[in-house]
């Protein structure tokens, strides 16, 4: 195939089923994508957001570790603001100890919540004013001992000490997100589903200003991609409508449960709302195996990714499953998988 293909699993809840389902289902989801080869498996952070079980992915990452073998297994992300630095630090040796070369530990700069659930994470206002580059730089200095013999924490270490901390990726969707992992020697995972015209800049500036780190001797960006793939191009269309009135809703301030197609395709869309549709439909890959396995290829060629990790959010879990199985098997990982086996690659 050329590139490496991964999984970014935001844990989304069904109408027609519940939270503690929701998480259920991404651990079975990780141990299928680990048969069907898929080389990551990245949970993410939301909260007080009713159709996503996402809410704490440390505790998510160490669970679908516990329960798979081969595939790595990361943040995409830990939203670093929410969090003291010192905390991650430890939970991510704590990880690496446990999982060995097999944990990743991706940051991102977003709340993952509205302003007022954000405020009850950080419990201050000057938490909103601190900067993602200072927070990078206090976590790392509980690993290396980089702070100031003067600093404060200059004493306090991630425990355990003998375990490194996972490598790092910046998650983003931005130039100044790109360089910030240039310049610390992080990988980079861009959102295109975020902002699609950015991309291939955003991953220009990465590779153009990259520093070499001991995780990353080279920049290795990551573009990740919103995919429904389907047996019929009609049927992913179809399906994408569960995620189109679950945009909608939330975009106007009444985000629940995710929808099913059949609501969605029923929905009264004003022109406003059929607007801000079409743009959302412009940033996702759906269709057939054969159409969304020649877009993926074309989207990691025209911004020189050396990766792609996909998500994929629709309402039936079986749906989702068959999503990802197909666009396996579609763009050789399967097959790849199987002569690995057989060879003992």
Do not use: K
């Not at 141990?31 to 990245?42: P, T, V």
């Not at 991953?203 to 001797?217: E, I, L, W």
């Amino acid at each position: 195939m050329g590139f490496p293909l991964s999984v970014l699993d935001l844990s989304p809840v069904a109408s027609d089923s519940s939270g503690p389902e929701a998480l259920t289902r991404s651990v079975e989801l990780a141990r299928r994508c680990e048969e069907l080869g898929y080389a990551r498996y990245w949970v993410a952070e939301h909260h007080n957001t009713p159709g996503l079980a996402s809410s704490a992915p440390e505790i998510m990452v160490a669970h679908i570790a516990a329960s798979t073998s081969r595939i790595r297994v990361g943040s995409g992300g830990i939203m670093l603001p929410n969090h003291p630095p010192l905390r991650i630090a430890e939970s991510f040796r704590v990880l690496e100890s446990l999982h060995p070369g097999r944990i990743d530990l991706g940051i991102g700069r977003a709340p993952g919540a509205d302003p007022m659930t954000a405020f009850a994470l950080r419990r201050s206002q000057d938490g909103f004013s601190v900067e993602l580059p200072s927070l990078i730089a206090e976590l790392l200095a509980y690993v290396d001992g980089g702070f100031p013999e003067d600093h404060p924490f200059a004493r306090v270490r991630a425990m355990p000490l003998e375990a490194p901390l996972p490598p790092m990726w910046i998650l983003g969707s931005s130039e100044e997100s790109a360089h910030l992992a240039a310049q610390i020697g992080a990988g980079y995972a861009f959102a295109h589903y975020m902002g699609p015209r950015r991309a291939a800049g955003a991953m220009r500036a990465y590779r153009d200003s990259f520093r070499p780190s001991p995780s990353f001797a080279e920049p290795h960006a990551m573009l990740g991609l919103s995919v429904i793939c389907a047996e019929t191009t009609e049927h992913a269309e179809f399906l994408s409508w569960s995620s189109a009135l679950g945009l909608i809703r939330m975009r106007s301030g009444r985000p629940g449960a995710l929808p099913t197609p059949e609501e969605g395709l029923a929905h009264d869309y004003s022109p406003h709302q059929q607007d801000q549709l079409s743009r959302f439909r412009r940033a996702q890959v759906l269709g057939d195996p054969t159409s969304v396995a020649q877009r993926v290829r074309e989207l990691v060629d025209d911004t020189a990714a050396d990766e792609a990790i996909v998500m994929t959010s629709v309402h039936g879990h079986d749906e989702r499953v068959r999503s990802y199985e197909l666009l396996a098997e579609q763009m050789g990982l399967t097959t790849a998988r199987v002569a690995s086996a057989t060879t003992g690659a």
